[in-house]
């Protein structure tokens, strides 16, 4: 079974005075990248929120944000009255206007509002956890529908290429045919006595050069080895990668051996699958 590393996972948590909303979003990369954005007074906790994501998703590039809203009456921020004061003072020096003005221009002023650092609630910290987890199952299960969308997209790609190499080793006995008849027009043009030992010797040798046999084998075998890789329980997107590698370098030496029009027209539609796999491999966690 595989997964995608594409997913989102959203979860909300109703406090008493605030509204924690808790979103993680993925996409596809090599190794774990995690970007975390959680407000100053959660700051503490972040190392630990990170964590426990990390050991969820393993990898990909990782978005995490926290947002609280105050939803009750009271607040953290404050106005600094002694501040304030003087700002409207100073300013009543500089210039005569209304009182209500002057407030207005005070309280944007530096340290005219004061924010009180709101400490941890163990409780309610519990609670966020129990958010961050329902949302990281949210996109745990996306990753999953993800990947048995890729996992049937493969398994029709490795299909197609299984049913061109058929068509490849029909082709196969017709393309020596061709190779031999070649050698043979070659030979009669030199309008030369040619030993017939010699010939078979050479003909032979050549036949050997552009035998294709162990290709095939070894493509049906990594074919093979790649859709059993799909239904293992360890599957993993570097590892469809390696295989991928490897169908590509014999799906090459087909084409490059091939020397039959009809044939290459065949390895070049399996470049062209095996091509869109590697595509969605990059994907697969």
Same mark, same amino acid.
């Given at each position: 079974?595989?997964?995608?590393?594409?997913?989102?996972?959203?979860?909300?948590?109703?406090?008493?005075?605030?509204?924690?909303?808790?979103?993680?979003?993925?996409? &596809?990369?090599?190794?774990?990248?995690?970007?975390?954005?959680?407000?100053?007074?959660?700051?503490?906790?972040?190392? *630990?929120?990170?964590?426990?994501?990390?050991?969820?998703?393993?990898?990909?590039?990782?978005?995490?944000?926290?947002?609280?809203?105050?939803?009750?009456?009271? #607040?953290?921020?404050?106005?600094?009255?002694?501040?304030?004061?003087?700002?409207?003072?100073?300013?009543?020096?500089?210039?005569?206007?209304?009182? #209500?003005?002057?407030?207005?221009? %005070?309280?944007?002023?530096?340290?005219?509002?004061?924010?009180?650092?709101?400490? =941890?609630?163990?409780?309610?910290?519990?609670?966020?956890?129990?958010?961050?987890?329902? %949302?990281?199952?949210?996109?745990?299960?996306?990753?999953?529908?993800?990947?048995?969308?890729?996992?049937?997209?493969?398994?029709?790609?490795?299909?197609?290429?299984?049913?061109?190499?058929?068509?490849?080793?029909?082709?196969?006995?017709?393309?020596?045919?061709?190779?031999?008849?070649?050698?043979?027009?070659?030979?009669?043009?030199?309008?030369? #006595?040619?030993?017939?030992?010699?010939?078979?010797?050479?003909?032979?040798?050549?036949?050997?050069?552009?035998?294709?046999?162990?290709?095939?084998?070894?493509?049906?075998?990594?074919?093979?080895? *790649? #859709?059993?890789?799909?239904?293992?329980?360890?599957? &993993?997107?570097?590892?469809?990668?390696? =295989?991928?590698?490897?169908?590509?370098?014999?799906?090459?030496?087909?084409?490059?051996?091939?020397? *039959? %029009?009809?044939?290459?027209?065949?390895?070049?539609?399996?470049?062209?699958?095996?091509?869109?796999?590697?595509?969605?491999?990059?994907?697969?966690?």
């Amino acid at each position: 079974m595989i997964q995608s590393m594409t997913g989102y996972g959203k979860s909300i948590l109703q406090l008493l005075s605030k509204k924690i909303t808790v979103e993680i979003k993925s996409l &596809n990369s090599k190794n774990l990248d995690l970007n975390a954005r959680v407000p100053s007074a959660y700051r503490a906790k972040e190392l *630990f929120l990170r964590n426990r994501i990390s050991k969820s998703l393993i990898r990909g590039k990782v978005d995490f944000n926290l947002y609280v809203e105050i939803t009750g009456e009271t #607040t953290n921020t404050q106005i600094n009255e002694a501040i304030v004061k003087q700002y409207i003072d100073q300013l009543k020096s500089v210039v005569d206007g209304d009182t #209500t003005e002057l407030l207005k221009m %005070a309280v944007r002023m530096p340290d005219a509002l004061k924010t009180e650092r709101e400490e =941890i609630d163990e409780s309610e910290f519990i609670k966020i956890l129990e958010a961050v987890d329902d %949302a990281l199952e949210a996109i745990n299960n996306y990753r999953t529908d993800e990947g048995k969308a890729l996992e049937k997209d493969f398994e029709h790609r490795i299909e197609n290429i299984s049913s061109l190499l058929t068509k490849v080793i029909e082709l196969d006995p017709q393309r020596m045919d061709n190779v031999k008849e070649r050698l043979r027009k070659a030979i009669s043009e030199l309008k030369e #006595t040619v030993d017939e030992n010699r010939f078979e010797q050479e003909l032979i040798y050549y036949l050997e050069k552009y035998d294709i046999t162990e290709e095939t084998v070894r493509l049906k075998n990594h074919l093979d080895y *790649f #859709t059993e890789t799909l239904s293992h329980k360890d599957s &993993n997107g570097k590892k469809l990668g390696f =295989i991928s590698q490897e169908l590509g370098r014999e799906i090459n030496t087909i084409g490059s051996k091939a020397n *039959f %029009a009809p044939m290459q027209q065949l390895v070049v539609q399996m470049k062209g699958e095996l091509e869109k796999i590697k595509e969605q491999a990059l994907n697969v966690l």
